[in-house]
């Protein structure tokens, strides 16, 4: 019994990071971003006629500084270096970007599923890595 009582310890402490208030400061600004990405993805392709692909990649680069900035100041209150923050959360920002694009491409270009449900899924699933990266990687005290 004794050598499942680490993996118990690191598990609650996970479990605990989200519930926290940080972490719902974090949730609603998922939500505003999930809301704007999505509107911002909708209008690229419908109204300005990008395929889902190029509206993804265009649409990133704003919801990143979007999301930063918000997460930086209000979510975590880091005070930190700005630099060695914004270069973290870039190179997060590249493998999200990447992971994102790749999403689509896998699951819409090729699979045909809808281009909105697959970025909703993706969004979904880049939350909670996201979240712990944040706190302990980007925004880190």
């Not at 479990?15 to 999930?34: A, D, E, H, T």
């Amino acid at each position: 019994m004794q050598s499942s009582r680490p993996f118990s310890r690191l598990y609650h402490f996970f479990l605990s990071q989200f519930k926290s208030p940080q972490f719902l400061r974090y949730f609603i600004v998922g939500c505003s971003g999930v809301v704007l990405d999505l509107t911002t993805l909708y209008l690229l392709k419908t109204i300005v006629g990008l395929t889902p692909v190029v509206a993804v990649i265009i649409n990133q680069i704003g919801m990143g500084a979007y999301i930063f900035l918000l997460n930086k100041y209000w979510v975590f209150g880091s005070s930190g270096t700005f630099t060695r923050q914004a270069t973290r959360y870039i190179i997060l920002t590249i493998v999200n970007y990447g992971i994102a694009i790749f999403w689509m491409w896998f699951f819409n270009g090729y699979l045909g599923f809808n281009y909105l449900l697959m970025r909703l899924a993706n969004i979904a699933l880049s939350t909670v890595w996201n979240f712990l990266l944040y706190r302990f990687f980007v925004y880190r005290k």
